[in-house]
């Protein structure tokens, strides 16, 4: 039987108690599992600021390196009764800083960082965490191994701080790898491409390093052991009493998580999906039955009663608008802005388009160079090109909403009678999501009012 592939993040990795829930977690399994661990809470903003300041300051590498072998000392030391148990794991970690603070120096020296360095520095939080779990576990009798993924073979495409998983060239030898009789560590966030550079899989990363292991090695599931109650349907900050959703298939999650739901990153059941491998959600404060998951994310289609599971909301987008009297009937003017936007890296999230005007919903992040690009281009039917940054994305999802009449009419009525003015919407797109876009204030009255229509009225 292949073992279950368990993820702890960043977020369970927080305080000292949270190592002897992890210890007590994995002994519930009561056989081997492959532990995926994210970098220790803040850890991966630190190095991201590290990274920013080495190009100017040669000293901080050493106290980079310092802070490190200092953050969970005490931790150690709790868990683990003899010092030279704890001063082997530190003289592990040790090895690691010892290469971080070469790297950072070589980055201090030349002033610059080339992308495959950046994604070498910053994969060192989760590999510092690795030997930190592994070093505690094996303490606690059980035996585990560090599995890194340069030794076990997790081969990328080798985009650097996006990649993704070559399973053809990945699968045969993680398997091998991960299958000996005792529980493995391995460190998420980043693989390996074909001429062994690190390639990372992007900020919140090593949920889809999971899955890609899961993949791999053929697991029954992936468990991921978060800081809150699995999918919920709507976050707990925004409104009082929400619902847990049991049951929800790939699409769904995959949704919810692109429209901001932070709960999972988006790409997490890309790998899992075709394999039909279930994602159990647990919580690590209050959970400690590892049969007994929050939700559960697989193929299974189960259409709740009020049809809308979730509803959740993300400030990440922004509006690149194109104005003028004939945009929408004159052929072409999209295919050059999306092939520049395409050169430039930049991902387009949503099109939407009408006869005087195209919306292109993008990052926050990339409207000011999308603008500027766009701006640069010889468009002879564009009057004006515009960054509108002060909405907010609003997203209703659940199956069988574009097969049901009368839910679009919920929502936008549960609008209107709170005073929400919806800028811009889209139904269709995706058969299971209903989203439009308000001015950024009213995001959060937005998300309350679809969340009393569908989850607080009886
Ligand atoms: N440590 C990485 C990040 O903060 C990856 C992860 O936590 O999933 O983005
Ligand atoms: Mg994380």
Not at 291 to 318: C, L, M, Q, Y
Not at 338 to 345: E, I
Not at 423 to 431: Q, R
Request: glycine content about 8%.
């Amino acid at each position: 039987m292949p073992k279950a592939v368990v993820k702890f993040g960043g977020s369970s990795l927080k305080c000292k108690e949270d190592i002897g829930r992890i210890i007590q977690i994995i002994k519930n399994y009561r056989q081997p599992v492959v532990i995926v661990v994210s970098a220790f809470y803040g850890v991966t903003n630190y190095l991201v600021e590290v990274l920013d300041k080495a190009r100017q300051d040669e000293h901080i590498a050493k106290k980079t390196t310092a802070y490190l072998l200092n953050l969970k000392r005490e931790t150690l030391a709790l868990h683990i009764e003899n010092s030279e148990g704890v001063d082997s794991i530190l003289a592990e970690i040790t090895v690691l800083l010892d290469e971080l603070e070469r790297y950072l120096h070589g980055i201090a020296l030349t002033g610059d960082a080339s992308p495959a360095l950046e994604d070498h520095v910053l994969a060192y939080g989760e590999r510092i965490s690795a030997v930190f779990l592994a070093g505690i576990l094996n303490n606690a009798g059980i035996e585990t191994k560090v599995a890194l993924p340069e030794s076990i073979g997790l081969v990328t495409d080798g985009e650097y701080g996006a990649a993704s998983v070559d399973f053809v060239k990945s699968t045969t030898k993680v398997r091998e790898a991960l299958s000996g009789d005792m529980t493995y560590v391995v460190p998420g966030f980043y693989g390996l491409s074909t001429d062994g550079k690190t390639t990372l899989f992007g900020r919140g990363g090593s949920d889809y390093s999971a899955a890609a292991i899961a993949r791999c090695i053929g697991a029954p599931s992936l468990d991921i052991w978060k800081d809150v109650n699995g999918f919920l349907s709507a976050d707990p900050k925004t409104v009082d009493n929400p619902v847990q959703i049991e049951r929800l298939t790939y699409n769904e999650a995959a949704e919810l998580a692109y429209f901001g739901a932070k709960i999972l990153h988006p790409r997490t059941v890309e790998p899992l999906s075709a394999p039909h491998i279930p994602i159990r959600i647990f919580n690590i404060y209050g959970d400690s039955d590892v049969n007994k998951p929050r939700s559960v994310v697989s193929a299974e289609k189960i259409i709740s009663p009020g049809i809308v599971k979730s509803v959740t909301f993300s400030d990440d987008f922004g509006i690149l608008k194109l104005k003028g009297s004939g945009v929408g009937a004159k052929p072409g003017i999209l295919a050059k802005v999306t092939t520049a936007l395409h050169l430039a890296g930049i991902n387009i999230s949503s099109v939407l388009t009408s006869q005087i005007s195209i919306n292109i919903l993008i990052a926050k992040k990339d409207l000011s160079t999308a603008y500027a690009l766009v701006s640069a281009i010889e468009l002879s039917v564009v009057g004006k090109v515009q960054i509108i940054e002060d909405i907010a994305v609003v997203a209703a999802v659940g199956n069988g909403i574009a097969e049901n009449y009368g839910v679009a009419a919920r929502i936008f009525t549960a609008l209107a009678k709170n005073g929400i003015n919806v800028l811009m919407s889209c139904s269709g797109a995706s058969p299971i999501v209903s989203y439009f876009l308000v001015s950024v204030d009213e995001r959060i009255p937005a998300v309350r009012a679809i969340h009393r229509e569908f989850f607080e009225t009886i």
